[in-house]
C-alpha cells in the first residue's frame, strides 16, 4: 500500500480504520486483493443500498453500454433520462400523491444541499437558514455551514455564515417546546431575529449519531416554516432510498416539505448521482443554467437509477427491509443489555441503526476489532461515540446473521480489553 501513502493526499479517511486494499465486492461481501472476505455492515455510508454489483442493476448497465448508450449529457434531453425520471414518478411520487419537479446538479449530497439553499433564499429573498445541532449536509461552504461538526468546519478557512444552529430533538435544549419557543421569538419585532429562508433538518442525523425526530416535533419544525412563510427542506441523502423500509424515511409522518434533497442510494448501483424534489411554485424561480454542474447528466446512474425502482412496486422489498432491520436491533438492544454500564442507547429504524456507547474510544477499540474479525462498520455521532450499522437491504440472511456474530464477537473482545 505504499503507493497510497506516498501519493495520496493525506485527506483519506475510511482506509485509515480498514487498511486493506479492497479488490472485488458482491452483494455484501467484500474481498480484498489476497481474497480474504469480509462483511459490509457500512455499504459506502448508504450508497449501495442494493449491494455491490446488484445483479439486476448491473445487467441494465450492461445492456445500456453494449449498445452505446450515451453516457454523459449535461442537461441535454436523453432516452435514459426520460425513462427515470417516468419511473421515479410513477412508482415513487404519484402512488404517495406527491408532486414535484426533479432538479438535477452535480452529483453528490453536497451539492443537493448547495441547490436547496440557493432556491430558498430565491423564493424567499432571505439569507438565514436554520439547521440544526448534530447535523451532517456537506463540505462545500454553504452545506458545511449548515453542518454542526467542528473537525469538518475548522476546516473551512473562512467564516460560516447565514445559518443558526438549534438543537436536535434528541440533543441538550431540544423538544418541540424548544421550537415554539424559538417560533415566538420569530413572530416578536423587538426580538432582533431575522425570519429565516428556510428550515433544514434530517429526518434521521445518520453521521450526527443515527438520531431519529419524532413525528410531533418534526410537525412542530414544518409548522414554523409554515408560519413564517420559511421553506420546509428534508435532507434525506443517507436515510432515503429504501433504508428506513419505506422508500423515503419520512412517509408515515404526514410531511408536506418544500424540497426533499437525494443522493447516495438513488444512483442505484453505486454511480454518482444527486437530485432535489422540488415544490413546482418553488421550482419557477430558477432561471434557465442558474444553477449547474458537470455531471447532472449521469446516464448510467439514470439507468442503474430506474431499475432500482422495481424493488418499489410493491411491499415486499420494503417489508424484507423492515424484518431484517428488526432483526439486527434485536441484536443490538442484547448488547445493550449485556453491557448496561457501556451502552447508552440503541437508536434507528429499518436498516439503519446505531448503538451508543458514550465514549469514542472504546468505539475505537470496536471498530479495530470489527476490522479484525472482517466486519466493515463505521464509528460517528459526537466524538464518535457511536457504531452505525448500515448493511445493504438486500443482505442474506445468513451473512447477516454472520455479520450480527462477529459485531457481537467484537464487542465482547474490546470490552474484555
Same mark, same amino acid.
Given at each position: 500500500?505504499?503507493?497510497?501513502?506516498?501519493?495520496?493526499?493525506?485527506?483519506?479517511?475510511?482506509?485509515?480504520?480498514?487498511?486493506?486494499?479492497?479488490?472485488?465486492?458482491?452483494?455484501?461481501?467484500?474481498?480484498?486483493?489476497?481474497?480474504?472476505?469480509?462483511?459490509?455492515?457500512?455499504?459506502?455510508?448508504?450508497?449501495?443500498?442494493?449491494?455491490?454489483?446488484?445483479?439486476?442493476?448491473?445487467?441494465?448497465?450492461?445492456?445500456?453500454i453494449q449498445r452505446n448508450g450515451i453516457t454523459h449529457s449535461l442537461d441535454l434531453f436523453t432516452k435514459a433520462k426520460r425513462?427515470?425520471?417516468?419511473?421515479?414518478?410513477?412508482?415513487?411520487?404519484?402512488?404517495?400523491?406527491?408532486?414535484?419537479?426533479?432538479?438535477?446538479?452535480?452529483?453528490?449530497?453536497?451539492?443537493?444541499?448547495?441547490?436547496?439553499?440557493?432556491?430558498?433564499?430565491?423564493?424567499?429573498?432571505?439569507?438565514?437558514?436554520?439547521?440544526?445541532?448534530?447535523?451532517?449536509? =456537506?463540505?462545500?461552504?454553504? +452545506? *458545511? $455551514?449548515?453542518?454542526? !461538526?467542528?473537525?469538518?468546519?475548522?476546516?473551512?478557512?473562512? /467564516?460560516? @455564515?447565514?445559518?443558526?444552529?438549534?438543537?436536535?430533538?434528541?440533543?441538550?435544549?431540544?423538544?418541540?417546546?424548544?421550537?415554539?419557543?424559538?417560533?415566538?421569538?420569530?413572530?416578536?419585532?423587538?426580538?432582533?431575529?431575522?425570519?429565516?429562508?428556510?428550515?433544514?433538518?434530517?429526518?434521521?442525523?445518520?453521521?450526527?449519531?443515527?438520531?431519529?425526530?419524532?413525528?410531533?416535533?418534526?410537525?412542530?419544525?414544518?409548522?414554523?416554516?409554515?408560519?413564517?412563510?420559511?421553506?420546509?427542506?428534508?435532507?434525506?441523502?443517507?436515510?432515503?432510498?429504501?433504508r428506513t423500509g419505506s422508500f423515503f424515511s419520512f412517509e408515515a409522518f404526514d410531511l408536506d416539505p418544500d424540497i426533499i434533497?437525494?443522493?447516495?442510494?438513488? =444512483?442505484?448501483?453505486?454511480? +454518482? *448521482? $444527486?437530485?432535489?424534489? !422540488?415544490?413546482?411554485?418553488?421550482?419557477?424561480?430558477?432561471? /434557465?443554467? @442558474?444553477?449547474?454542474?458537470?455531471?447532472?447528466?449521469?446516464?448510467?446512474?439514470?439507468?442503474?437509477?430506474?431499475?432500482?425502482?422495481?424493488?418499489?412496486?410493491?411491499?415486499?422489498?420494503?417489508?424484507?427491509?423492515?424484518?431484517?432491520?428488526?432483526?439486527?436491533?434485536?441484536?443490538?438492544?442484547?448488547?445493550?443489555?449485556?453491557?448496561?454500564?457501556?451502552?447508552?442507547?440503541?437508536?434507528?429504524?429499518?436498516?439503519?441503526?446505531?448503538?451508543?456507547?458514550?465514549?469514542?474510544?472504546?468505539?475505537?477499540?470496536?471498530?479495530?476489532?470489527?476490522?479484525?474479525?472482517?466486519?466493515?462498520?463505521?464509528?460517528?455521532?459526537?466524538?464518535?461515540?457511536?457504531?452505525?450499522?448500515?448493511?445493504?437491504?438486500?443482505?442474506?440472511?445468513?451473512?447477516?446473521?454472520?455479520?450480527?456474530?462477529?459485531?457481537?464477537?467484537?464487542?465482547?473482545?474490546?470490552?474484555?480489553?
Amino acid at each position: 500500500m505504499d503507493i497510497f501513502t506516498r501519493y495520496e493526499s493525506e485527506i483519506r479517511g475510511y482506509c485509515r480504520a480498514n487498511p486493506v486494499v479492497f479488490d472485488r465486492a458482491e452483494n455484501a461481501e467484500m474481498f480484498d486483493e489476497d481474497g480474504n472476505r469480509f462483511i459490509d455492515f457500512f455499504a459506502c455510508a448508504g450508497v449501495l443500498n442494493y449491494g455491490h454489483n446488484n445483479p439486476k442493476l448491473k445487467a441494465a448497465m450492461l445492456e445500456y453500454i453494449q449498445r452505446n448508450g450515451i453516457t454523459h449529457s449535461l442537461d441535454l434531453f436523453t432516452k435514459a433520462k426520460r425513462e427515470f425520471i417516468e419511473t421515479f414518478v410513477n412508482t415513487i411520487l404519484k402512488p404517495r400523491n406527491m408532486d414535484y419537479k426533479l432538479q438535477f446538479m452535480s452529483p453528490t449530497g453536497t451539492n443537493a444541499i448547495e441547490a436547496a439553499l440557493k432556491l430558498a433564499r430565491k423564493v424567499t429573498g432571505r439569507r438565514q437558514v436554520v439547521a440544526f445541532t448534530n447535523a451532517f449536509h =456537506g463540505m462545500s461552504l454553504g +452545506a *458545511l $455551514a449548515a453542518t454542526g !461538526n467542528n473537525h469538518f468546519r475548522q476546516a473551512a478557512g473562512v /467564516p460560516l @455564515e447565514n445559518v443558526v444552529h438549534l438543537p436536535f430533538e434528541t440533543a441538550p435544549g431540544g423538544g418541540i417546546e424548544q421550537i415554539k419557543a424559538y417560533g415566538k421569538q420569530l413572530h416578536d419585532t423587538s426580538s432582533g431575529l431575522e425570519k429565516p429562508a428556510a428550515f433544514l433538518v434530517e429526518p434521521i442525523q445518520a453521521e450526527g449519531g443515527v438520531n431519529v425526530a419524532s413525528k410531533e416535533w418534526l410537525h412542530a419544525v414544518q409548522a414554523l416554516a409554515k408560519e413564517t412563510e420559511a421553506l420546509f427542506i428534508l435532507d434525506d441523502i443517507q436515510a432515503g432510498c429504501g433504508r428506513t423500509g419505506s422508500f423515503f424515511s419520512f412517509e408515515a409522518f404526514d410531511l408536506d416539505p418544500d424540497i426533499i434533497t437525494l443522493a447516495k442510494g438513488i =444512483g442505484g448501483y453505486g454511480t +454518482a *448521482l $444527486a437530485m432535489n424534489l !422540488n415544490k413546482p411554485e418553488h421550482d419557477k424561480h430558477w432561471l /434557465p443554467g @442558474e444553477h449547474t454542474g458537470t455531471f447532472r447528466g449521469q446516464d448510467l446512474s439514470f439507468v442503474a437509477g430506474k431499475a432500482s425502482f422495481s424493488f418499489y412496486e410493491n411491499d415486499e422489498f420494503n417489508n424484507e427491509t423492515l424484518r431484517k432491520g428488526n432483526k439486527l436491533r434485536a441484536a443490538l438492544e442484547d448488547i445493550a443489555k449485556a453491557y448496561p454500564e457501556q451502552v447508552a442507547a440503541v437508536r434507528g429504524r429499518g436498516m439503519i441503526l446505531g448503538i451508543d456507547f458514550g465514549d469514542g474510544a472504546l468505539v475505537k477499540k470496536i471498530a479495530d476489532q470489527c476490522f479484525k474479525h472482517r466486519l466493515i462498520i463505521c464509528p460517528c455521532g459526537t466524538g464518535g461515540r457511536v457504531v452505525k450499522l448500515i448493511p445493504p437491504l438486500t443482505i442474506e440472511d445468513s451473512v447477516l446473521d454472520e455479520g450480527i456474530a462477529l459485531f457481537r464477537q467484537a464487542v465482547d473482545a474490546a470490552i474484555a480489553s
